[in-house]
């Protein structure tokens, strides 16, 4: 067995709605707002273009996924020959350290983002520079400052999970012009379309000037489809040649890949998704607490305190189930039912 794999620990999910509502004695609905899903679903288109394949189970799945490729090529208007598929972005993550990391080798990103970036650089015995952040934003300016010789992958997360917090299309540019060339920064837009600043940065567009920018998107957050797991990587072709030959042949599903077209096809639910969310975020930043929130541009919002248990408890006891950290709780924004809810909760909530 690998050395370094005694450093890790498997992933821990929280307890399930049934195992909670058992040790706490709640009655009635638990809703799951501690993992960002989307609570209303996927398109309705979904249901039906999954419905229409459900007789080729037995078929294994194209392999690379050409279908959505075709299709995201076309939305994204960026070559098919760019863009690598995923069993969601966690199998992307795994596919690219897997790829490039060998031990020794050193990786830069941000303390208090996404946690794959570190887990799987830690299972190729690779290095990790976790740079502090600054309000809960990133701090690129310290990112760069750790970027060395031995350094293989820079791992960036905008809007960030878990803070909310993004940097701007400036922001982003005047990094890229300062990273060497050679080293790729893999920017992950796993939020991407609940954004609704209007600076927040044409990655796509920078691709075209730093061929070492590298892109993550995926369909488990706003197009709704986390149960299905399919996700992507826009980078350079050399590189997509490369981490394809590491891929399992067929590790996108076929229903998945059909439930990804019908989904990317309904542009006007995906808007709708976004307005709503926006709406919905905004009841929260009315509050007068909302100075303990970091700013948001995601469809959860992260509350620092030094009671993260208690307030757990307590957004648990309206039915809400939330993530805990150790300083702070992340809360999906949900129905506006549950925000309500969690409204209330943080309006009496002794801080
Ligand atoms: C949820 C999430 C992912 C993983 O998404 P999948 O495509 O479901 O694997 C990746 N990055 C960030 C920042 C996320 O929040």
Known sequence: MKKQIEQLSAYEPGLSPRALKESYGIEGELYKLA?????????????????AHLDELQFYPETGSPLIKEAISKHLNVDASRILFGAGLDEVILMISRAVLTPGDKI????MTFGQYYHNATVEAANVAQVPMQNGCFDLEGILAEIDDDTKLVWLCNPNNPTGTYFTHE?????????????????????????????????LALQEQFTNAFLLRTFSKAYGLAGMRIGYVV????????????????NVGRLSEYAALAALEDQKYLASIREHNAQERAKFFELAVSDRFYPSQTNFVYINTDKPHDLYEAFLNVGCITREFPKGVRVTIGFPEQNDKMIEVLKSFEF
Not at 108 to 111: A, N
Request: aromatic share 10%; glycine share 2%; proline share 10%.
């Open 235 to 250: 980078a350079a072709k050399e590189a997509i040649e490369k981490w394809n030959i590491i891929r399992p042949p067929f």
């Open 108 to 111: 830069v990103t941000s303390e």
């Open 171 to 203: 922001e982003l540019q005047h990094f890229l012009t300062r990273v060497p060339s050679h080293v790729p920064v893999i920017i992950d837009e796993a939020y991407v379309e609940f954004v609704t600043a209007e600076d927040f940065p044409d990655t």
């Open 35 to 51: 993992s960002n899903e989307n609570l209303y679903g996927p398109s309705p288109k979904v249901n039906e273009a999954i419905q």
